[in-house]
């Protein structure tokens, strides 16, 4: 659905996670078993060849610079590679760089692979970087990649992009990547497809060239990934095989092929009928392909992290008392249970917007379990009490506490989620109106779902709420800014109106911290003062689901930012290969 909510992707492409819920004896190991009936298990050893088939939704480009199909970004992955790439933790990894060194000013000094080539012969070498980043520079603002640069600037700094970034190349295989200002995420900007420049510039490199490279129509992808490209079947497939040549070692599976498909729905009913090898799960009730001997389930924590904010312009959230009312509701909402019975588990509980996976992640993650007896505890250091025994607190003067809960609940599973979270402020004796409709419609239709996000876009512009529920599409880079400095209050970014000197302070350290050690200190300290005041008090992280046949074995380890991850070390055993070529 096309609806314009309140979400923030750093990554454009969910570029937009140690997995949760999952059997680590089937994702991680190299040699596998494979059930081929209930009394005999059999073991494989990896081998070479076979086809597997992947899910694409309708695409309009198979340039990477430009696409903003996420199904192509992941499948993109395995044709394009970067300077850098990010982990299961996401941290930063080598991928065509070989190692790098920060400078004191910021400055980025990079050494390349000298043993990379691009799928058709040539060498890789620095001039490709440039390259790439020129035409990135020359692009539109719109595009994917110049939107994640300034993105990763954060609200910080409000110059042009293209004039705070610059390279110089020292020789082949070493250059300087040059940026006006030492900020934490200067490598993780660098993640982005390189691109063959001899494939773009005819004589002498110019806006033409940089043109031909952005276009839309007619691309044919050359990278130095595991997978070359070989065919396009516009609007039915995309096919690739194993490239030869590639530095780590020839993958195992000789083709793939991407399957066109119209949307995630029809990806996952092709999948049941055998005509996908793989696709991701849809909502939350994902076990019953447990019942399905050909599929394997792999859980992993997703980006979509839901929350409850405040209201900091009314004034029951202000001062030491609304921090005591913000600190009883982190007690009073019991979050697993949420997590149970309205995403049946399938979702990560945490105390804090940063990924649970991430390398940034410090112990203040979990501080706050549900404990109704803490919760109670606050309220009455509030100095209210339940003068008419009604179950509910009244103030210090005896006035009786009424609060709204806004959110959008044209979703069964938002919808859930608020009526609890009421039932639980309830029971801990604060009065909470429901200000959502508490029935979805029978005949909902898109614009329905449109029309409460806008109604529920111009409450929050207006302030007309008291506490709200909502979510963000975090990125794996991680950069706060957006939510809780006071200077993002105009922009609307900043929802809640929150404004903490110090929380100002320690978003501007982590922005400038200029190296790894400086930046995960600066973290510890954001996290503390997030979980300390709670401008939000953080619900959970949402799980997905990958659907795999069991033929597929290998390092299987998808992460939200890349699902198909160590791709070039699945295989598929020989006699299942078999089968697909009957099939075929």
Not at 113 to 120: A, E, S
Request: with cysteine; proline share 3%; net charge negative.
């Amino acid at each position: 659905m096309k609806c314009r909510r309140i979400t923030i992707t750093l990554l454009i492409m969910t570029i937009l996670f140690t997995l949760t819920g999952c059997d680590k004896n089937e994702v991680n190991n190299t040699s596998e078993t494979f059930e081929t009936n209930v009394n005999n298990v059999k073991e494989y050893e990896p081998e070479y060849g076979g086809q597997l088939v992947l899910p694409l939704t309708t695409l309009k480009t198979l340039n990477p610079l430009i696409s903003e199909n996420l199904s192509y970004y992941y499948f993109s992955k395995l044709v394009f590679e970067s300077l850098f790439e990010l982990d299961e933790n996401f941290d930063i990894k080598y991928q065509l760089a070989e190692d790098y060194t920060i400078k004191d000013d910021g400055t980025i000094r990079i050494k390349l692979r000298d043993n990379v080539l691009w799928h058709d012969g040539e060498k890789f070498t620095a001039e490709d970087v440039v390259f790439t980043i020129n035409t990135i520079k020359y692009a539109s603002n719109d595009t994917t990649y110049k939107k994640m640069w300034n993105a990763a600037m954060g609200n910080f700094y409000s110059s042009n992009i293209n004039r705070i970034i610059d390279v110089n190349i020292i020789d082949a295989y070493n250059l300087d990547i040059r940026f006006d200002i030492g900020f934490s995420n200067s490598l993780e900007t660098l993640i982005f497809p390189i691109i063959p420049k001899h494939r773009f510039v005819v004589g002498r490199e110019d806006k033409n060239s940089y043109i031909k490279a952005l276009a839309e129509e007619g691309y044919t992808p050359i990278g130095t990934g595991p997978y070359r490209f070989l065919n396009y079947d516009k609007y039915k497939s995309v096919q690739l095989e194993y490239f030869q040549d590639y530095r780590e070692g020839r993958p195992y599976i000789d083709q793939i092929v991407g399957k066109i498909l119209e949307d995630e729905e029809l990806a996952l009913t092709a999948f049941e009928a055998g005509q996908i090898d793989l696709t991701t799960a849809l909502g939350v009730d994902w076990e019953k392909f447990d019942q399905n001997n050909r599929v394997k389930i792999l859980e992993f924590v997703s980006q979509n992290y839901d929350f409850i904010g405040f209201n900091f312009s009314k004034l029951v959230f202000n001062n030491e008392k609304g921090y005591r009312l913000r600190k009883a509701m982190a007690y009073g909402i019991d979050r697993q249970a949420i997590i149970q019975r309205v995403y049946l588990g399938h979702a990560t509980q945490t105390d804090l917007p940063i990924h649970p996976n991430s390398w940034l992640i410090s112990n203040e993650a979990n501080a706050y379990g549900y404990n109704l007896s803490k919760a109670r505890e606050e309220l009455n250091r509030l100095g209210w009490k339940d003068i008419d025994g009604d179950g509910f607190y009244e103030d210090e003067n005896g006035k009786e506490i009424i609060l709204r809960l806004t959110t959008n609940s044209y979703s069964h599973l938002r919808l859930k989620t608020a009526d609890m979270i009421v039932e639980d402020l309830n029971k801990m004796g604060i009065r909470v109106i429901k200000d959502y409709p508490e029935k979805i419609p029978d005949n909902l239709t898109e614009e329905m779902v449109e029309n409460q996000w806008e109604q529920l876009n111009s409450q929050i512009v207006k302030g007309d709420y008291d506490i709200v529920l909502l979510g963000w599409r975090l990125s794996p880079i991680p950069e706060l800014s957006f939510a809780f400095h006071s200077n993002q209050i105009k922009s609307g970014t900043n929802i809640i109106r929150y404004s903490n000197e110090a929380m100002d302070e320690a978003l501007l350290e982590a922005f400038r911290a200029t190296n790894r050690d400086k930046k995960l200190k600066a973290y510890e300290k954001l996290q503390s003062i997030i979980t300390e005041d709670l401008p939000y008090v953080s619900l959970f992280f949402k799980n997905k689901a990958l659907l795999m046949d069991k033929k597929i074995m290998g390092d299987i380890d998808p992460t939200f930012h890349d699902v198909y991850r160590n791709i070039e070390k699945w295989y598929i055993p020989k006699e299942f290969q078999e089968e697909i070529v009957d099939k075929k």
